[in-house]
């Protein structure tokens, strides 16, 4: 099953092709927000098209998909969801190649909704509403939100669609860059100034691509060093990404202790915003390195040699 985290999401596709290369084909496929997006693709049959796609965004591209309006949120996403709707040419989610269920959060109860009917696009466009960000969904009667706010990396739903193994992407691990919002004080060792940074290394024991390396890291190529303080007043854009990031982090750590997955991979993603989809090809890469370094425990928890 595969979490959520807006632009983040681009590493389900890493997951998914390494999983694939493995010989390990899912049998049913879940997904929040961003992950319902790619899961539905997946399903669809068309994840090279979406790798393709994704790999050949522009920021100038991704900022003319992004329609600005004032209404409902602040963008209106029609145009990039009429891009999927094309892809999708109609299709229910019962025609999809393999059993597929979106995410998404009633607005006015909060209670998490189980899409596994109905149109795809629909389903799709409820679940990566992201409030404020994008505009609300009316169905059934209720008006939809991203599935995030309620269950953002949907373990339960898996297991509710009978799945014997769940193998879950999260993509919110480290997207606070080890701030710990828990209550939690977390003493940082001083730094030796003659001593030279250490390198940031990714799972893989590979270093950070400069551009997806975490904000401290990004100060001097692939070298971790103390970020420093400011006092300039954070972006309206920039407070709603972090605020939305520490909710991600929050209830995805809850949702987790609660409903464990059997195998959870945890891509590292913390060097990239959510709005940075035009940065596929290192989310795509650590997608890919995250699920390797997992195919010893997935191999051993499916019985495969």
């Known amino acids: 099953m595969l ?52 790999s050949k965004l ?25 891009l999927f709707a094309d892809k999708f040419d109609g299709r229910s989610i019962a025609q999809l190649n393999m059993p597929f269920a979106a995410v998404a959060t009633e607005l006015d109860s909060g209670r998490e909704s189980w899409l596994q009917d109905g149109s795809v696009v629909d389903a799709v466009r409820a679940s990566i509403a992201i409030p404020g960000i994008f505009t609300p969904v009316f169905h059934n009667g209720v008006w939809l939100v991203d599935g995030g706010l309620s269950n953002p990396v949907p373990v339960s739903v898996a297991r509710g669609m009978r799945a014997d193994c769940v193998i879950a992407v999260d993509l919110n691990n480290d997207i606070l860059n080890g701030r710990d919002f828990g209550g939690a004080a977390v003493d940082t060792p001083a730094l030796d100034p003659g001593a030279p940074p250490p390198v940031a290394l990714r799972r893989n024991g590979k270093p950070w691509p400069r551009w997806l390396a975490p904000a401290e890291a990004r100060a001097s190529d692939d070298v971790r060093v103390a970020p420093a303080p400011s006092a300039r007043v954070p972006s309206m854009l920039s407070s709603i990404a972090q605020s939305i990031d520490i909710m991600q982090v929050r209830i995805s750590r809850s949702r987790l202790a609660g409903e464990p997955a059997d195998i959870l991979i945890q891509p590292r993603l913390g060097g990239m915003g959510i709005f940075d989809f035009h940065r596929a090809g290192p989310a795509i890469e650590e997608g890919r390195a995250a699920v390797e370094v997992m195919l010893p425990a997935i191999r051993a928890r499916l019985g495969i040699e």
């Open 3 to 54: 979490g959520g985290g807006a632009a983040r999401g681009w590493a389900h596709i890493g997951a998914i092709r390494a999983l694939l290369e493995a010989g390990i084909k899912p049998d049913v496929v879940c997904g929040t927000s961003i992950g319902a997006l790619v899961g539905a693709v997946y399903a669809n049959g068309d994840l090279d098209w979406l790798e393709e796609w994704v």
């Open 58 to 82: 522009t920021w100038q591209t991704v900022v003319r998909l992004l329609d600005l309006r004032f209404s409902g949120g602040l963008l209106g996403g029609r145009k990039v969801i009429q």
